[in-house]
């Protein structure tokens, strides 16, 4: 992590937006800026959390998202779409988790073309751990006041509704 610079960045390219007379690009262009790098410090720390169970946030996802299924499997195509992933991101993760022994791959009973995700006992452990340092030290820490997580909840949903990420 480097120090904290003078002055904010983003606010720069604002004023730089408004220089050039693209005053009604220039507040959405910041603001483009900032959720880009808000993601990047979240992930950053995530991963950090995460580098102990020799985990990505990637990998950490599918796992997660294995663990809270009723019966610890899932097919590997629900899977990508729940992640909102492309298969091949899906694939490569997988390919780790397995390799790790967190994940194994079985055939899918009724569908021959299907291959199931399957939690190991190991992956499930790992998973609980995960999420409690994940919990720990950046979901109930995570920098913001409960108002603007509130805010920005409903605001990103809303986002990701008109972009036609969900329905409703």
């Known amino acids: 992590m480097h120090p904290p610079l003078a002055k904010d960045p983003i606010a720069e390219i604002q004023k ?3 220089r050039h007379g693209w005053d009604t690009a220039a507040a959405p262009a ?12 979240l992930l950053g720390r995530a991963q ?11 990998r950490y996802e599918v796992i997660s998202l294995l663990s809270f299924s009723r019966e610890k499997r899932m097919p590997m195509n629900k899977a990508s779409q729940l992640l909102q992933v492309h298969p091949t991101s ?3 993760a ?3 988790l397995e390799s790790a022994g967190l994940v194994e791959r079985q055939p899918h009973d009724s569908d021959r073309r299907a291959i199931l995700l399957v939690l190991t006992r190991e992956g499930k452990r790992i998973a609980e751990q ?9 979901f109930e820490q995570t920098g913001f006041t409960p108002d603007e997580i509130r805010d920005l909840n409903r605001i ?5 509704q008109r972009a036609g990420d969900f329905s409703r």
């Not at 950090?48 to 990637?58: D, G, H, M, W």
């Not at 995960?130 to 950046?138: F, K, Q």
């Not at 990103?156 to 990701?160: C, D, M, Y």
Request: aromatic share 8%; charged share 20%.
């Open 94 to 96: 997988v390919d780790r």
């Open 16 to 18: 730089n937006w408004q």
């Open 130 to 138: 995960a999420t409690e340092a994940l919990n720990a030290d950046l």
């Open 48 to 58: 950090e959390i995460l580098k102990p169970f020799e985990l990505t946030f990637a």
């Open 30 to 41: 910041a603001a483009v800026t900032a959720i880009m790098r808000t993601q990047q410090i």
């Open 156 to 160: 990103l949903a809303n986002f990701r």
């Open 90 to 92: 899906i694939t490569n």
